[in-house]
């Protein structure tokens, strides 16, 4: 039973728009998510997370986004460019424990 | 700085064989982290230690999978016996807990495949 989804297993968008990447958590207790991204035949990398205690944070052109009511965290990608084209992880856990569980990933492919 | 170093990078393997993956987390990370990616389930955390305790090994599949962390700087993931559904890529990561937010870092991953 998977505890994070990422229900889009891909998404195409033209270079200098919005990437919008979604992800839902069904553990309400989670206190801490993180985005990863993954370009191919290497290890995920870290990119940005967020608290509970926030609703947002941001970092340069990537912003995540926390509805903890809804369950729901997105990441937005302003503008996007071809080298953003990966696969992401989003990942929902317990701070204190340091456990976290990852989604399925979404696979961005960002056109020129 | 050498990040999460694992070996091997790549393994094909017969069924019924054992394997052995590797890993040498971040000098001084004191989580490390065994994960496996398949297409149907993204990444599946297996096991993780601290201190070179194991916490939490729920995510083992079965017992043809055991996890060891003899020391700070070493951790083998085994499989006995193989079989074709354990194809995948299985990351080793590492940790600091209270630095920069619980970064995980990964390793690049080995690539098993079980013919």
């Known amino acids: 039973d998977q505890q994070v989804k990422q229900n889009s297993p891909s998404l195409s968008v033209q270079e200098g728009r919005i990437s919008i990447l979604n992800c839902d958590y069904t553990?309400?207790?989670?206190?801490?998510f993180l985005w990863y991204k993954k370009y191919p035949a290497e290890g995920p990398t870290f990119l940005i997370s967020i608290s509970s205690i926030k609703d947002k944070n941001e970092d340069g052109r990537f912003t995540v986004f926390l509805n903890k009511s809804a369950k729901h965290l997105s990441l937005h990608i302003v503008p996007s460019q071809p080298g953003d084209s990966a696969v992401y992880f989003c990942a929902g856990g317990l701070y204190n424990f340091n456990k976290f569980y990852f989604g399925s990933g979404t696979k961005l492919n960002v056109k020129p | 700085d050498a990040g999460v170093i694992q070996s091997p990078r790549h393994e094909v393997t017969e069924m019924g064989q054992e394997v052995t993956l590797r890993c040498k987390p971040i000098?001084?990370?004191?989580?490390l982290f065994w994960y496996r990616q398949t297409m149907m389930r993204g990444l599946e955390l297996l096991i993780y230690f601290n201190n070179n305790v194991p916490i939490d090994d729920s995510g083992m599949p079965e017992d043809r999978f055991s996890a060891k962390m003899p020391n700070a700087s070493f951790s083998t993931l085994k499989i006995q016996p193989s079989e074709p559904r354990d194809s995948a890529v299985y990351f080793c990561?590492?940790?600091?807990?209270?630095?920069?937010?619980?970064?995980?870092?990964f390793g690049e991953g080995s690539w098993l495949t079980v013919v």
């Open positions: 553990n309400s207790m989670f206190d801490y």
């Open positions: 000098s001084g990370h004191d989580y």
């Open positions: 990561a590492s940790s600091l807990r209270g630095v920069l937010g619980n970064t995980i870092y």
